[in-house]
């Protein structure tokens, strides 16, 4: 059959194009109670007193939460609600229930809060230093990452240079907003969410209210985009559980977009101040960066900073490195991942340094790249990571011709003085975080198969890659193979979908099931036919005797188990047919690739891409179709972040960015086409050799659009978001 | 999301909403609802009532005879840019109605509810300037008619007092001129109207909008072009004298600054365009 | 002259989906919760601030976002979702194209893009790649980055021309 390679349509969508997907606020139990959430108005402050007399006395209002501690990792004293200290503005500081949700509105709207405002610190080289807006610390992590001697390698170059980068602060904006809802029956908890990983919400709720509850079910309702922002703990998780075990009643909270924008995880938001060296050929021999991370109000997002820093070599050679990492405190919503994690920033600042090695020696910018690349895969980096497989020469050989490609383009549209530029990323990235991943593979009595995965896909068609995957294992028809995903009493434990990992470890997981579900296929069927098991092969949906011709279906085996309700088993073998298997890697997979893009500056500033090419190497590529949907969003994403999007704030900490016109999430006619093209060379040490793509656009399209419009107005660019209003020509 | 509580009023006539609206200071009308519900469901406003006037079909209309395009305050953006009178006898105003916000909004949301609302970032004043058209106010027992020009006094202030309704806009029907509008969304937007002589201008307006606080009228750059060419000096000039005649109020993602420069990059857009003969 | 005091609720009938419906509301309720209520649940809510299009419902044969339209305000009207756009099992042609082009991935701008593109199609049945941005310009999708969405609406035209 083949399904692996085949651009399949998805098994997720018949629901979705109906408008029968049932999302966390589609779900609703008799009885529900409505929660909203007071929030702090200011970003700093001390916290003196919430009077919420005159909320009880709204009519529907059924009790109100203030003062709610929960401990939880990387997170303030203040967690889930601001008890003493005001944090940043959309902080939880209480919550209303109520019959519904106007009126838990209204209650909200009735609580008084009584505080002192404090001076906030929203900048994060000013908050290195101030003394400290959260729990007295201004810094809340550090780590030095060294490797060679990076100062003696600069110092000993015939050409250095220094520059200082930043990359902006920016909302993930899925469409969905966060939403919970919570059930609590007296005994059991049931926790319905919009989530990117049932599991691990599960086991962070139970380090919370495991000693209060029997048992604790969390499933992923059909969830409307994520991008990184709905996997960590949040307050509203905690607050939505506590109000269900306080009340006896469902409980449900759904952020409105306003309270999203302030209250989810915002990400990216780095400074990094590098210093260089390089020969007359362009070969980097040592770099330094001082990197400040804005963790927000907490702490959590300190890893990706550490992300950062040791993929900032990328694909090159470089040996001396040294990366200071300093994450901040600031009175801003918390930081933490957005599609890309740490990579997209290193990937920036490493490409901003060979366009300028480039243009400092009046090179092209292929030419540097190539000079620096790493020839000889597996290589460990200088801070211990193993790049796995691939040609990244041959790659960026594809990449220049598209680069020569456009630029003759651009040529001739420069001849007519249009303000035009190309721009070009070649890009590594790290994927398969978070050990492995489980999967399980079942023949139901009536013959179809179910997998269940315990990654938790949202969009990204996950469930028709397994099941392509798992067709093709069985030798059956992917009509008779079902995906199903995002329930924790369906699987035993599991981590979800993120950082590219789904098709890789779960795909894998599955395929092994699959095939260890062939051998106890054939182990049954052998008994079944009385045949000698190691006559039998699995075949094409069944198990078949060479020697005599005969065959039993997957169905008629999986029928047989089932037959009759009484009598007694007598076989040898056991008559589940079902296996599930936990798979990991012992090492990261690399994906990596190169996007290309020829873009014109307006008079206006506004900028438009004309042409754009993307290329990646991702392993085998289960299906092209969804694969290239991963690529054209995340680039369009990518647009974003470097031209529309910016999470801002005044002098005081007042979110600037609060609905999709101010934060300026990309529109229709913002989109452009891109044409994209795979390589299969860089396979994963994997049984199924994938090594994910869900956010390699994310990662490649900022320094391609950056070098574009750079090369458009001759200028230089240390900083994403690029305003229009810098570019403009009057 | 959750707008505040409110009373419901749906009146058999204009009139009976003219009254009750008098009568209910804190009241507020309700036409196509794109700026007002917004503002109920964020809870910026606390109207004792909403008045409906959905269903008051004398003022969903749009007329014209030889002189005057008349839009009922009810006509929606939509049907004001597809009705095939606006387009032909007043096409700036058509042209601008088409790009307004979206097109579900442009469904719901009507000339009378945007030019009463005087949200600073609208696209209508700049074409109602240009055209120097006029505003149809009654209230019970009362009505005046005003130039559009001076009706929008400041952000969400207008003319219009307490238990006044906006009834009608009459554009004039201008014969011989071109127009051009160029804008960028919620940030800036030109208007130009031309009318020439041979080669020479005989008649320029030019209008900025969308910049806050309200809409412009440019006469410093119109005086520039008038009687002259058109020139590529003339235009620079003209745009430079735009740029500089606007005061505009930055937003989250554009200064003022920035803002001004734009009014004089889609100034001399428009003024080529219009140059080049688009009727 | 009606009037429906704040905390009384008003009767309002509507037609969803070739069906009849009768309700009563408080005059503060937004159509799109009260759609969602009749259990309307693909009638989807993204925004606070009428940008996003998540919610677009054909209303008296035009489309519009009911997130900005009070419940008892569409009284009277006659109202097509999501829901009742297929002919029973069979899909319409945009759903088709939809899936086919691969033009959504979480599904949650879903339903809306397609009212959206159905209201469109109505108007301008072989609409340009620009003509199909700006007929969409209201409706924000985060997954696709749009170029599926296009070319689903253009498939769609295509395919209804021959209807």
Known sequence: MGYVGRPIRRKEDPKLITGRGRYVDDLELPGTLFMAIVRSPVAHGVLKKVDYSDALKVPGVVGVIAGLKVKVDNRPENFPMAVNELLYVGQPVAAVVAKDRYSAMDGAEAVQ?????????IDPEKALQSKGVVEGKAVAYEREYVSGDPEGAINSSPKKLEMKLRIGRVYASPMETRGVLSVYDGNSLTVYASTQSPHFMRRFLLDAFGGRVNNLRVEQADTGGAFG???FPYPEDYITVEASLRFKRPVKWIGTRREDFVSTYLSRDQVHKVRFGFDQRGTLMGLTDELIINLGA???????????ATMLPGPYGVKNVRVNVVG????????????????????????????YIADEIGADPVEVRKRNLVRELPYTNPFGLTYDSGNYQHLLERAGEAYAELERKAQALRTQGRRVGVGLCFYLEQNNFGPWESASVRVRGDGKVSVIMGAAPHGQGTGTGVAQVVADELGIDIDDVEVSWGDTSQI????????????TLAGNAALLAARRLKDKVRALASEIMGT????????QGGVENPKDGRRMELRDVAKFTVASMGGTWNFKSDPSLEVTEYFGLNNYTF???????????????????????????VGVVVNPMLAQGQVMGGIIQGYGEVFTEEIKYDDQGNPLSTDFSSYGLPRAHHSFRVSWEFMEEGKSAAPLPAKGIGEGASIGSLNALVRAVERATKSRITEVPVRAEGLVRV | MYPPKFGYVIPDSLDEALEFLEKNEDARPLAGGYSLIPMLKLRLIRPSYIVELRRLNDLHYIKSDDKTLYLGALATHNEIATDQKVKKSVPVVSAVSSVIADPQIRNMGTIGGELAQADPVTDHPASLLVTEAKVKIKSKGNERIVPFEGFQKDIYTTDLKTGELIVEVQVPILKGYTYSYKRMEDTAAVAVLLRKEGEVIKDVRIAASLIGPVGTRLREAEKVLMDSKGDSKSIEEASKKAMESVNPIPSPRASAEYKKKLVGVYTKRALLEAMGGKQ | MKVIEQEQKAKVRYKINGQQYETEVEPRRLLVHVLRELGFTGVHIGCDTSHCGACTIIMDGKSVKSCTILGVEADGSEILTIEGLAQGEKLHPIQEAFWEKHGLQCGYCTPGMIMQSYWLLKNNPNP?????????????CRCTGYQNIIDAIKLAAERMKGQ
């Open chain 1, 113 to 121: 809060l009584d505080y002192e405002e404090l001076q906030a610190v």
């Open chain 1, 229 to 231: 922002a709905k996997l």
């Open chain 1, 298 to 308: 907490a702490s959590h997002g300190y890893y990706l900073g550490d992300i950062t």
């Open chain 1, 328 to 355: 901040v405190h600031t009175n801003t919503t918390p930081l933490d991942q957005y599609r890309g994690a740490g990579r997209p920033e290193a990937t920036f600042v490493i490409e901003r340094i060979m366009d």
């Open chain 1, 492 to 503: 035993g434990e599991a981590f979800g979908t993120y950082g590219s990992r789904s098709l």
């Open chain 1, 532 to 539: 000698d098991v190691e006559e039998l092969v699995y075949k």
């Open chain 1, 591 to 617: 994906p990596y690739g190169a996007h290309v893009a020829l873009v014109e500056v307006e008079d206006d500033g506004s900028v438009k891409v004309l042409d754009y090419r993307a290329i990646d190497d």
């Open chain 3, 128 to 140: 340009s790649e620009e003509e199909i941005k700006e007929g969409i310009s209201g409706n924000l």
